[in-house]
């Protein structure tokens, strides 16, 4: 590892995930930088003990690895490269880690461009939500070249807790996490599916859960994703527009590949559906309003309903 490079770790995007990593660096004695746009979020973390900032270029000097946990590729492209961006600020010989979903295609070229600044790429979409980034234990599915791994390897285990090596080029971890969203768009859709259904046809919500929880039928995200139901909470930790996205990207590949997914494209045109109902900026558990808007069905009331 490069001695004169610095010792810091930023994170971009201090969302439901990219503040629950930069937290869990901290815990970890990691010297850590946030940049957000929102000054809120930021007066947050630096009440954590982070280092906050507003611009990419400004944490840039810092940071040996800096983690780009923004929304979608256009995002990552501004962070990149636009006029406060990390290409031209950065350490030669750092890392940036892109982690936001994108389509894989555009890995590869961001990889290039950042090599004629004399910066490294870590192809590193993340999985496991706020809770596991809080804790340290979200999911990295990464591909690189070598050395990028031999300098950013350390400070990325910082804030995760399994980091995949899958491949020495860019583009295989987001191959491999566009899979993940596919999988996880399509469980969310059936079990907020399963859920309407088995009210509407009388069974009590609350033990529909349990039983389903210790049965053949449970998934993650059924477990993780029903409670949100149960209390009648749609506050966002995933949206529902993330879905809309995720799985378009999932379905614009395919079309690529001339592959079909027709489980995929049902649960997008769910997701759309909902979003064009009103609550696109929902939890994505709210698909089962959808279901309750046809069906008549009363859900749960809590703090986070809307109607």
Request: hydrophobic share 50%; aromatic share 4%.
């Amino acid at each position: 590892m490069n001695s004169s490079l610095p010792a810091g770790l930023g994170v971009i995007g201090l969302g439901s995930m990219g503040l629950g990593a930069a937290r869990s660096a901290l815990r970890r004695g990691v010297a850590t930088w946030g940049c957000d746009t929102r000054a809120e979020v930021r007066e947050a973390f630096a009440r954590d003990g982070g280092h906050a900032v507003e611009r990419p270029a400004d944490l840039a000097p810092h940071c040996r690895v800096v983690l780009v946990l923004v929304v979608n590729a256009a995002q990552t492209e501004d962070v990149l490269f636009g006029a406060h961006g990390l290409a031209s600020a950065m350490v030669p010989g750092s890392v940036v880690v892109c982690s936001a979903t994108v389509d894989p295609a555009v890995v590869p070229g961001w990889a290039e461009r950042l090599a004629q600044h004399g910066l490294l790429l870590i192809d590193g979409p993340v999985s496991g939500g706020a809770r596991k980034a809080e804790a340290g234990e979200m999911t990295v599915m990464a591909s690189g070249a070598p050395e990028a791994f031999e300098a950013g390897l350390e400070l990325l285990q910082a804030c995760a807790g399994k980091v995949y090596r899958l491949g020495d080029k860019p583009g295989i971890g987001s191959t491999v996490k566009m899979v993940n969203q596919h999988l996880a768009g399509v469980h969310i859709a059936t079990a907020c599916e399963a859920m309407a259904l088995g009210m509407r046809a009388g069974a009590d919500p609350g033990q529909l859960y349990e039983v389903i929880c210790n049965s053949a039928g449970m998934s993650w995200m059924f477990q993780n994703r029903v409670p949100h139901i149960l209390e009648g909470d749609y506050t966002p930790l995933s949206a529902v527009n993330i879905f809309v996205k995720d799985l378009g990207i999932v379905l614009d590949a395919a079309r690529k590949l001339a592959f079909p997914l027709p489980m995929a494209a049902a649960a997008h045109q769910l997701y759309l559906a909902t979003a064009a109902m009103g609550h696109g900026a929902e939890d994505d558990a709210a698909v089962v309003k959808y279901y309750a808007a046809l069906a008549g069905l009363e859900l749960p009331a809590g703090e986070g309903q809307t109607t």
